[in-house]
């Protein structure tokens, strides 16, 4: 075994608690060992850092990290600190001391690695002095902010090509954990990487449970599902603004601690708002798309997407913030094809016809995902290019509870697709839907829709039950939808139909239960799967807290729940057995191992 394995074989378990490498990461670091550049695709919670952390303590001289985000940057420095790497940033957050402070600890050559964003990195009196240090390494973190093809563009992201001319001799990592390989060759274009490696972990996250379900009455379908996830950590997307704050209300109303995020709060409303999060002193944070990037809190156990998100990297990367920890996690999508409408009316406010093209190719991708009635993971994992073709994964809706008998849903199909005839195929889904069961909006009478053969024949389903048949429809292409205003038209499909030469084969709507919405405490808790002893989780959870409360750093700088589940499984007698737990490095068996050795001896 060369010193080279041994350094980093010895730092992966003395500073960061770990026995092996995950896939693709030793693969990496020797890469950047060897001075070639490198491009790491790697899920949210794969362990990306470490493609970059290990090589810079192996450097003699500087890793610059550049990141989109302050927060980001807070929160890798604070956890390399945790365990005895030295890291500092440069940012705007800092005081006008603690920057000299930083520089100067940098300038000592103590500093490993320092965080900064491109804006601050390309300041004149930052590259100067930048020029007197040894820079070794450059890692791009989301990279594919770089890329006009990504879904986080970021413009300020195309000047570190220009960083070759200044530190040409250092190596050049690319990390990003969502990238088409559209994306993937942007990056490596626009960052002027040399013949890199190109590594791309699996995008299957095999610890996350994805579903889809109607959106309907959605509040009481979160309230149910908190219902059975009490004490548990989660986030919560919303399609804007006052979606959020109506629905942190109404959960706060309920029982459930929750605090609203978006760009409409202030800027310290914001960091409070998240602040309170990661450090579990608030355990549901329900936001805007503005909340995520750069968030590492590790015990994330479920995503909820209350309206359907814009386009496939977005759901991925959000969803990737349930279970970093790798323990299971839930995510759950509310659908209802009114999203639909609500993304493309911002698509047609896109400046260029490319541009809306592009998006709705996206917003299509999202709904196939949505309306699949295979694999959740078909869809989602081979959108990236990567193939997939599990019969059973055993980790989603529609392979946990496959609908294996269908039934014959022609005469439904036949009374839609008449009226569809009858209103002259000038129509969306909503105003069929509405002519089917008789209602009196005034658009079906301004149109006289009233007097259609079909008006009223449709009352034995709801609205809710009819767009479940429709989605069904559309599935298996029994009609056509215009993409634009949604307007639908027959085609020879539905032709065969109408004529009794096909018939239809579906599912039959579920039906729509009333539910209840009594305030409801917030009670019991404990682990997911009760793979360990609770009692001593929360105790070994509350210690966890109070230290580091104390330390003002968030809990899982201290450990991460795998760890403490660790504990409790093994239930350490002494600090060699300690030294065992997954996650204990020196430092932290010598900070924390006494104190937790104590608690699960008298537990």
Same mark, same amino acid.
């Given at each position: 075994?060369?010193?080279?394995?041994?350094?980093?074989?010895?730092?992966?378990?003395?500073?960061?608690?770990?026995?092996?490498?995950?896939?693709?990461?030793?693969?990496?670091?020797?890469?950047?060992?060897?001075?070639?550049?490198?491009?790491?695709?790697?899920?949210?919670?794969?362990?990306?850092?470490?493609?970059?952390?290990?090589?810079?303590?192996?450097?003699?001289?500087?890793?610059?990290?550049?990141?989109?985000?302050?927060?980001?940057?807070?929160?890798?420095?604070?956890?390399?600190?945790?365990?005895?790497?030295?890291?500092?940033?440069?940012?705007?957050?800092?005081?006008?001391?603690?920057?000299?402070?930083?520089?100067?600890?940098?300038?000592?050559?103590?500093?490993?690695?320092?965080?900064?964003?491109?804006?601050?990195?390309?300041?004149?009196?930052?590259?100067?002095?930048?020029?007197?240090?040894?820079?070794?390494?450059?890692?791009?973190?989301?990279?594919?902010?770089?890329?006009?093809?990504?879904?986080?563009?970021?413009?300020?992201?195309?000047?570190?090509?220009?960083?070759?001319?200044?530190?040409?001799?250092?190596?050049?990592?690319?990390?990003?954990?969502?990238?088409?390989?559209?994306?993937?060759?942007?990056?490596?274009?626009?960052?002027?990487?040399?013949?890199?490696?190109?590594?791309?972990?699996?995008?299957?996250? %095999?610890?996350? !449970?994805?579903?889809? &379900?109607? *959106?309907?009455?959605?509040?009481?379908? #979160?309230?149910?599902? +908190?219902? $059975? =996830?009490?004490?548990?950590?989660?986030?919560?997307?919303?399609?804007?603004?006052?979606?959020?704050?109506?629905?942190?209300?109404?959960?706060?109303?309920?029982?459930?601690?929750?605090?609203?995020?978006?760009?409409?709060?202030?800027?310290?409303?914001?960091?409070?708002?998240?602040?309170?999060?990661?450090?579990?002193?608030?355990?549901?944070?329900?936001? %805007?798309?503005? !909340?995520?990037?750069? &968030?590492? *809190?590790?015990?994330?156990?479920?995503? #909820?997407?209350?309206? +359907?998100? $814009? =386009?496939?990297?977005?759901?991925?990367?959000?969803?990737?913030?349930?279970?970093?920890?790798?323990?299971?996690?839930?995510?759950?999508?509310?659908?209802?094809?009114?999203?639909?409408?609500?993304?493309?009316?911002?698509?047609?406010?896109?400046?260029?016809?490319?541009?809306?093209?592009?998006?709705?190719?996206?917003?299509?991708?999202?709904?196939?995902?949505?309306?699949?009635?295979?694999?959740?993971?078909?869809?989602?994992?081979?959108?990236?290019?990567?193939?997939?073709?599990?019969?059973?994964?055993?980790?989603?809706?529609?392979?946990?509870?496959?609908?294996?008998?269908?039934?014959?849903?022609?005469?439904?199909?036949?009374?839609?697709?008449?009226?569809?005839?009858?209103?002259?195929?000038?129509?969306?889904?909503?105003?069929?839907?509405?002519?089917?069961?008789?209602?009196?909006?005034?658009?079906?009478?301004?149109?006289?829709?009233?007097?259609?053969?079909?008006?009223?024949?449709?009352?034995?389903?709801?609205?809710?039950?009819?767009?479940?048949?429709?989605?069904?429809?559309?599935?298996?292409?029994?009609?056509?939808?215009?993409?634009?205003?949604?307007?639908?038209?027959?085609?020879?499909?539905?032709?065969?139909?109408?004529?009794?030469?096909?018939?239809?084969?579906?599912?039959?709507?579920?039906?729509?239960?009333?539910?209840?919405?009594?305030?409801?405490?917030?009670?019991?808790?404990?682990?997911?799967?009760?793979?360990?002893?609770?009692?001593?989780?929360?105790?070994?959870?509350?210690?966890?807290?109070?230290?580091?409360?104390?330390?003002?750093?968030?809990?899982?700088?201290?450990?991460?729940?795998?760890?403490?589940?660790?504990?409790?499984?093994?239930?350490?007698?002494?600090?060699?057995?300690?030294?065992?737990?997954?996650?204990?490095?020196?430092?932290?068996?010598?900070?924390?191992?006494?104190?937790?050795?104590?608690?699960?001896?008298?537990?």
């Amino acid at each position: 075994m060369t010193q080279a394995v041994q350094d980093k074989l010895g730092l992966l378990k003395s500073v960061f608690g770990y026995t092996e490498f995950r896939p693709y990461q030793e693969e990496c670091i020797d890469a950047i060992l060897s001075k070639r550049d490198t491009i790491m695709i790697m899920p949210t919670g794969g362990g990306k850092s470490l493609c970059y952390q290990i090589p810079a303590m192996m450097f003699d001289g500087l890793t610059i990290v550049i990141s989109p985000l302050i927060s980001l940057m807070k929160d890798q420095v604070s956890q390399l600190k945790a365990v005895g790497v030295e890291a500092e940033v440069l940012n705007s957050s800092l005081t006008y001391e603690e920057y000299g402070a930083n520089k100067n600890r940098i300038r000592s050559g103590r500093t490993k690695m320092v965080f900064l964003a491109p804006e601050t990195l390309f300041k004149p009196d930052i590259m100067d002095f930048f020029q007197g240090c040894q820079i070794d390494c450059v890692a791009i973190d989301e990279a594919h902010c770089i890329s006009e093809w990504g879904h986080d563009f970021r413009p300020e992201y195309r000047q570190i090509k220009n960083l070759r001319q200044h530190f040409s001799s250092a190596v050049y990592l690319a990390v990003t954990a969502t990238a088409t390989k559209r994306v993937q060759r942007d990056i490596i274009a626009n960052l002027g990487l040399r013949d890199p490696l190109q590594l791309q972990a699996s995008f299957n996250r %095999t610890n996350l !449970f994805y579903e889809v &379900i109607d *959106k309907n009455r959605s509040t009481d379908q #979160i309230l149910d599902f +908190l219902a $059975k =996830n009490k004490n548990q950590s989660g986030i919560i997307y919303c399609f804007s603004r006052r979606q959020v704050d109506v629905l942190a209300s109404d959960l706060n109303e309920f029982g459930h601690k929750a605090l609203p995020y978006h760009a409409g709060l202030t800027t310290e409303e914001r960091q409070r708002n998240q602040e309170l999060f990661i450090r579990d002193d608030v355990p549901i944070i329900v936001a %805007t798309i503005a !909340f995520g990037m750069g &968030i590492n *809190k590790p015990n994330v156990r479920f995503v #909820i997407h209350h309206d +359907l998100p $814009k =386009n496939i990297e977005s759901y991925y990367q959000e969803t990737g913030r349930a279970g970093r920890d790798g323990l299971p996690a839930h995510c759950l999508l509310l659908y209802s094809p009114s999203d639909i409408g609500k993304i493309n009316y911002f698509i047609e406010q896109k400046d260029s016809l490319d541009q809306q093209n592009v998006a709705k190719g996206h917003l299509n991708a999202i709904v196939g995902f949505a309306e699949s009635p295979v694999c959740r993971r078909i869809p989602l994992i081979t959108y990236f290019g990567e193939p997939y073709a599990v019969e059973n994964c055993g980790m989603c809706d529609t392979c946990r509870n496959p609908k294996k008998e269908t039934d014959d849903l022609t005469d439904e199909v036949v009374q839609f697709l008449k009226c569809l005839s009858e209103t002259d195929e000038m129509f969306g889904a909503l105003h069929i839907i509405n002519v089917l069961r008789g209602s009196k909006a005034d658009k079906v009478l301004s149109y006289e829709h009233d007097l259609c053969d079909t008006y009223g024949v449709g009352t034995k389903y709801t609205v809710r039950q009819w767009q479940n048949i429709v989605r069904q429809m559309l599935v298996q292409k029994v009609m056509d939808k215009e993409p634009k205003y949604g307007v639908l038209t027959l085609n020879s499909r539905s032709l065969d139909i109408l004529a009794g030469k096909a018939k239809f084969q579906g599912f039959t709507p579920p039906l729509e239960k009333p539910r209840s919405r009594s305030p409801q405490r917030n009670e019991g808790g404990g682990l997911r799967g009760g793979a360990a002893d609770t009692a001593l989780f929360e105790v070994l959870r509350s210690k966890r807290k109070e230290l580091a409360d104390r330390r003002g750093v968030p809990p899982y700088v201290i450990f991460s729940d795998k760890s403490l589940l660790d504990m409790c499984e093994r239930r350490p007698k002494n600090l060699r057995e300690f030294a065992q737990v997954f996650g204990v490095g020196d430092q932290k068996l010598k900070k924390y191992g006494e104190i937790f050795i104590r608690l699960i001896k008298s537990s």
